[in-house]
T-cell receptor, first 110, second 116 residues
Framework: GQQLNQSPQSMFIQEGEDVSMNCTSS?????WLWYKQDPGEGPVLLIA?????ELTSNGRLTAQFGITRKDSFLNISASIPSDVGIYFC??????????FGQGTRLTINP | NAGVTQTPKFQVLKTGQSMTLQCAQD?????MSWYRQDPGMGLRLIHY???????DQGEVPNGYNVSRSTTEDFPLRLLSAAPSQTSVYFC???????????????FGEGSRLTVL
């Protein structure tokens, strides 16, 4: 089946630093999505991307839909303590289900 | 709206026992699904439903049963629990299958299951 490879698996950064993570796939996706999971909660949608090459921002978050449709990137600028959590990429290839990456666990030192 | 409600939040089972994880949503969503979350594995789809009376298998369906008798409820049944089913389980719903294109999948808070 379709698989997403997300990297890095974990990040330890200082407050105020910028963060970059990415997701790659062997399959083409029509939609790329980025979710965040706070500790003890379910994932919540951050950004959705619908077109190859699309660059979308949501506050300090910026995500891009790769031109090949097989990858996506998420950047967080000027990290703050509430950015801590697990970030998941997800892809929708046209079937009735989303495929999720393994997640990137973000830890921030104040 | 309460959104997606899962019960119980925590459960400990012995190998071989059966149990049902409950999921209810009050948003009149047609699409409902169950995922399990394991360290380093991300979220893997167990079963999903595109409407009442319709269910289908996801990526890891073995050992689990589902039914969808109403729009609101989508219970997940563990038939004979095994230690490999120790995980955090999430129920998620969406307005409709076509809305997966928009990414609008709403998750519950999760149910943490331990099988001894």
């Amino acid at each position: 089946g379709q698989q997403l490879n997300q990297s890095p698996q974990s990040m330890f950064i200082q407050e105020g630093e910028d963060v970059s993570m990415n997701c790659t796939s062997s399959s083409i996706f029509n939609t790329w999505l980025w979710y965040k999971q706070d500790p003890g909660e379910g994932p919540v949608l951050l950004i959705a991307l619908y077109k190859a090459g699309e660059l979308t921002s949501n506050g300090r978050l910026t995500a891009q839909f790769g031109i090949t449709r097989k990858d996506s990137f998420l950047n967080i600028s000027a990290s703050i303590p509430s950015d801590v959590g697990i970030y998941f990429c997800a892809g929708h290839g046209g079937a009735q289900k989303l495929v999720f990456g393994q997640g990137t666990r973000l830890t921030i030192n104040p | 709206n309460a959104g997606v409600t899962q019960t119980p939040k925590f459960q400990v089972l012995k190998t071989g026992q059966s149990m049902t994880l409950q999921c209810a949503q009050d948003m009149n969503h047609e699409y409902m699904s169950w995922y399990r979350q394991d360290p380093g594995m991300g979220l893997r789809l167990i079963h999903y439903s595109v409407g009442a009376g319709i269910t289908d298998q996801g990526e890891v369906p073995n050992g689990y049963n589902v039914s969808r008798s109403t729009t609101e409820d989508f219970p997940l049944r563990l038939l004979s629990a095994a230690p490999s089913q120790t995980s955090v389980y999430f129920c998620a719903s969406s307005y409709g299958p076509y809305d997966l294109n928009t990414g609008e999948l709403f998750f519950g808070e999760g149910s943490r299951l331990t099988v001894l």
